[in-house]
C-alpha cells in the first residue's frame, strides 16, 4: 500500500501533565479510501483535522462502524514499541466482516499502524504509566439514505498521548451486575468491537454511575444467568484456586489483554478453565468467601481488581477491597513486556 504523507507545517505543542485519556490528538491523522470498484485507495497520512463528510452518509444512519484501541509505548532506552499489533489488525478485520465493512488486508494495516506511528514518534510520552494511545476506526461512507450494502467506507487512524490509568495508585473499583439491559446476544454484534455496542450499553452505564458505581457487569442477553463482561472490559475470577473466565460464545469482545492473561496465567502455574459462570454460582463462591480475588482486563487499565459486586439489593466485597496477589503478579507481567521492563519471551512486542 502505498502511503502519501503530508506533514503538517503548525506542529502543536506537545502537553506534559495532566494527559487525561483521549483529550488530545497528535499532529497527523491516516485516511484510506474504499470504493466497491476502486478497493482500497488513496492512503495518506495528513494533518490533523475534521473530516467533511456528507449528511446522508451510512455510518450517521445505520451506524456502521468499527474500531481499535491500542498503544504505543516508550522504553526506557527511548525506543517505541507495540504491543501485538497483529492481534488488532486481525480483530478489525472480524468486526469489519461482521458489519460488511471491507476488509482490508493484514500487512496493509499493519503497515499504516507503524507508519502512522512512526510519524508521530516524538508523540509517545515517557513518564511512568503513559503511553501513545492508537485509535484505528472504519465507517460505513455511501452518501445516500438507501438501506443496502455498504459501497464506500473510510478507514482513520487517530492517535492520544494518554496519562497513567492509575495517577495515584491501583484502586479497586465497585461495579453493579446489571439485570435489565442487556449489551449483545449470541449473533448479534458482541464480538465485534463496534460502536453500536456501546450506544446500547449507554443506559445501564449512566444508570450505575449514578449509584455510585463505576462499570457494570453484563449478563447474558438471553437468559440474563451468565457472567459476561465488566463494562468495556473482560472479567475473571479467582475461586477456590481456580482462575475462570467466561468462554467466548459470541456476545464476548475477545479482548486481547483477555488473551494475554490466559498466556501468562498459564505459563506461570496457574489453572484457567474458559467457561460459562452464572451469576447464582460467583454469588454462592462470595457468599461462602471461595472467590478469592476478581478484576477486570483490557488495554486502557491492562488489569482493573473488583473490590466489590452488587447484585439483587446485596453488596458483596471482594478481597478486603484490596488487590489480590494474582491480580498485581499480572499486572506486574503485562505492564513489564509493554514498557519493556520485563523480557518478552513471549514475542509479543513489535518496535517501531
Ligand atoms: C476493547 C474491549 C475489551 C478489551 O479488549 P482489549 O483488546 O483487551 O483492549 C473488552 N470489552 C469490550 C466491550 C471492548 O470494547
Redesign the pocket.
Known amino acids: 500500500m502505498e502511503i502519501k504523507i503530508t506533514k503538517t507545517t503548525t506542529p502543536k505543542v506537545k502537553p506534559t501533565e495532566n494527559l487525561g485519556f483521549g483529550k488530545t490528538f497528535t499532529d497527523h491523522m491516516f485516511v484510506a479510501e474504499y470504493t466497491r470498484d476502486k478497493g482500497w485507495h488513496d492512503a495518506k497520512i495528513i494533518p490533523f483535522g475534521n473530516l467533511s463528510m456528507h449528511p446522508a452518509a451510512t455510518v450517521f444512519h445505520y451506524g456502521a462502524e468499527i474500531f481499535e484501541?491500542m498503544k504505543a509505548y516508550r522504553r526506557a532506552d527511548g525506543k517505541v514499541q507495540l504491543f501485538r499489533p497483529l492481534?488488532?489488525v486481525k480483530?478489525m478485520n472480524n468486526s469489519a466482516e461482521r458489519l460488511r465493512l471491507p476488509i482490508m488486508p493484514e500487512e496493509d494495516m499493519l503497515e499504516a499502524i507503524k507508519t502512522f506511528v512512526e510519524v508521530e514518534k516524538d508523540w509517545v510520552p515517557s513518564n511512568e504509566g503513559e503511553s501513545l494511545y492508537i485509535r484505528p476506526f472504519l465507517f460505513g461512507n455511501d452518501e445516500t439514505l438507501g438501506v443496502h450494502s455498504i459501497n464506500r467506507s473510510t478507514f482513520v487512524i487517530i492517535a492520544s498521548p494518554s496519562g497513567s490509568y492509575y495517577p495515584e495508585g491501583i484502586n479497586p473499583v465497585k461495579i453493579m451486575i446489571e439485570k435489565d439491559d442487556v449489551r449483545a446476544v449470541r449473533g448479534g454484534t458482541g464480538f465485534a468491537?463496534c460502536g453500536g455496542?456501546y450506544a446500547a450499553a449507554n443506559r445501564a452505564g449512566e444508570n450505575a454511575e449514578k449509584k455510585g458505581f463505576t462499570q457494570v457487569l453484563w449478563l447474558d442477553g438471553v437468559e440474563r444467568k451468565y457472567i459476561e463482561?465488566v463494562g468495556?472490559?473482560?472479567v475473571m475470577f479467582k475461586i477456590n484456586g481456580e482462575i475462570i473466565t467466561p468462554a467466548l460464545t459470541g456476545s464476548i469482545?475477545p479482548?486481547?489483554?483477555?488473551k494475554s492473561c490466559i498466556e501468562v496465567l498459564r505459563k506461570e502455574g496457574y489453572t484457567v478453565t474458559e467457561r460459562l459462570l452464572s451469576v447464582d454460582e460467583l454469588t454462592e463462591a462470595m457468599e461462602n468467601g471461595t472467590l478469592e480475588e476478581a478484576w477486570g482486563?483490557?488495554?486502557?487499565a491492562v488489569v482493573s481488581p473488583i473490590g466489590e459486586l452488587f447484585y439483587d439489593d446485596k453488596k458483596y466485597t471482594i478481597n478486603n477491597m484490596e488487590i489480590g496477589e494474582v491480580t498485581q503478579k499480572l499486572y506486574n507481567i503485562l505492564t513489564g513486556i509493554q514498557w519493556g521492563k520485563v523480557e518478552d519471551t513471549f514475542g509479543w512486542t513489535v518496535e517501531i
Open positions: 484501541g492481534e488488532n480483530r468491537k455496542n463482561e468495556a472490559m473482560n469482545l479482548g486481547i489483554t483477555r482486563c483490557g488495554t486502557a
